[in-house]
């Protein structure tokens, strides 16, 4: 509150200021709450980690282990990890229960207006989980399995993500955990991407191919949760449904899903 007195934030409730007066005013009052994040122990450290909440969806659920994951080179200790949520829930920038951080709409907005570097946060993201070995489907994380293609996107990596989507490993990894649905609603994300920016790829066509296939194997797909299953019916089904279509990726999709089989 002092902080907010020094400002003259005051003016908040004057009735002589028109709205978009008062809409400054709040900006500016939520901007000093996180500026003073830098006088806490966590000194300057604890006001850009808030701003790495800028990556996540608006209203999302942010599981507290992902939030581990992402901090973990900034924080040693998730004692320290578990103080600064804490302290986002105290200064009310930040909600922290049951297992989970979220932000208040207004707050998601001002991020996304003040933090221009928005890619190079959701690469940080994705390099903090990439594995080793570079094969995505080998991440266990559902947090990451539901949402890597708003990271991907993110991150300006849209071709990569697209060239993921024809990787049978990483479609079964989809499939366990998100349905069919969860593959289509990526590929029909990644399609609208192909109208804008990448038509002159061949990915186009070869994603609206595939979107069409998982789709009519949907039915067969729901019963599809065995992991240990390496003949699992969405080999069975890219089989015998991409037979007759064309493109490198389709025929590399294909003949994965092929020595899954033999």
């Given at each position: 509150?002092?902080?907010?007195?020094?400002?003259?934030?005051?003016?908040?409730?004057?009735?002589?200021?028109?709205?978009?007066?008062?809409?400054?005013?709040?900006?500016?009052?939520?901007?000093?709450?996180?500026?003073?994040?830098?006088?806490?122990?966590?000194?300057?450290?604890?006001?850009?980690?808030?701003?790495?909440?800028?990556?996540?969806?608006?209203?999302?659920?942010?599981?507290?282990?992902?939030?581990?994951?992402?901090?973990?080179?900034?924080?040693?200790?998730?004692?320290?990890?578990?103080?600064?949520?804490?302290?986002?829930?105290?200064?009310s920038i930040a909600y922290y229960q049951k297992e989970c951080v979220s932000l208040h709409d207004l707050f998601f907005d001002l991020l996304q207006g003040k933090i221009d570097d928005k890619a190079s946060r959701h690469d940080r993201f994705l390099s903090v989980y990439e594995p080793e070995s570079g094969k995505w489907h080998q991440i266990e994380d559902p947090y990451f399995i539901r949402n890597a293609a708003h990271h991907f996107i993110g991150a300006g990596r849209i071709e990569e993500y697209m060239a993921l989507q024809f990787d049978l490993d990483w479609l079964t990894t989809k499939l366990l955990e998100t349905g069919s649905q969860g593959i289509l609603d990526d590929l029909e994300t990644l399609i609208s991407k192909c109208v804008t920016a990448h038509e002159k790829t061949s990915f186009g066509d070869e994603l609206r191919v595939l979107s069409d296939i998982i789709r009519l194997c949907d039915p067969a797909l729901r019963g599809d949760t065995d992991k240990s299953n390496t003949k699992s019916q969405l080999g069975i089904q890219l089989i015998a449904r991409l037979y007759g279509k064309f493109g490198p990726r389709i025929t590399k999709l294909r003949d994965a899903a092929h020595i899954r089989l033999t």
């Open positions: 509150l002092k902080s907010l007195r020094e400002k003259q934030l005051n003016l908040l409730e004057n009735p002589n200021f028109g709205d978009q007066s008062q809409h400054k005013t709040i900006d500016k009052a939520l901007s000093i709450s996180i500026e003073y994040l830098a006088e806490s122990e966590f000194g300057d450290a604890a006001r850009p980690a808030y701003y790495d909440l800028v990556i996540f969806r608006n209203g999302a659920q942010i599981p507290l282990w992902v939030i581990r994951q992402l901090f973990k080179d900034t924080f040693k200790e998730s004692a320290s990890i578990d103080d600064l949520l804490s302290l986002w829930q105290k200064r």
